[in-house]
């Protein structure tokens, strides 16, 4: 038998203190073999990166890069990739919110995808098998509309070109680190699939994606109308 795939979930975090202890709990729940836990905490405030470092004493496979100010979700996963690339070296790399509407139950069907052969494996909404808790109408309605944007925008495939938890293999994952994007913040989800959509292997995971508990959602209205700008100049 083939020894377990070294795997790291790299998760950003601004003000999500929290949400560290439970998210812990429930990634270690999962049980995957070999996975690492980094944290890339962008200066929060409210002592979330405190919090990491008393995990990562409890926790050896829980780490913490510490970033100086919020400086967008896609800079956070590509430092995030970069740092555990260079001092990890896993075989999978995964994307994961702090804020719990992300269920790790799901990583170990993401890893097992990558280990099939697929370079990107996406938690996904938006295929049979998953679905959404919570939203209301509008909610879903932003969302599908964002979707189909990018899908018709960006000539993509899949239906959940928006989610942002799914799994890269390492390589997949070193060509989004060192990409020079055009987008920093939520539509890195995007920017990253246009990147590799014509030399990667993709494939989608339903999951039922979970409304948030606790803190705050960091996607304003601006982040919404900044997704639609960005994305209509990476079509053209």
Known sequence: MPPAARV???????????????????????????????FVDDGS??????EVVHQSEQNSWVSLL???????????YQDGFKAAIDSIGPDVLVEMDADLQH????????????GKGVDVAIASRYIPGGGISGWGRLRRMVSRGANAYARSMLGL??????????????????????????AKGFEFQVATLHLLKDKW??????????ERTAGKSKLGLADVAKFFVVVARMAF
């Open 45 to 50: 405030p409210d002592g979330t990166a405190a």
């Open 8 to 38: 790291c979930v790299v998760v950003p975090t601004y003000n999500e203190r929290e949400n560290i202890a439970p998210l812990v709990e429930s990634i270690e729940r999962a049980g995957v073999p070999g996975l690492s836990l980094l």
């Open 201 to 210: 292997k993709t494939v989608e995971v339903p999951f039922t994606f979970n």
């Open 157 to 182: 495939s899949v239906k959940d070109a928006t989610s942002g938890y799914r799994a890269f293999s390492r390589a997949a994952a070193e060509a989004v680190a060192r990409a020079d994007l055009p």
């Open 66 to 76: 510490r970033r100086p100010r919020k400086m967008g979700i896609g800079s956070a």
């Open 103 to 114: 269920p790790a139950s799901a990583l170990p069907g993401l890893v097992t995808a990558i």
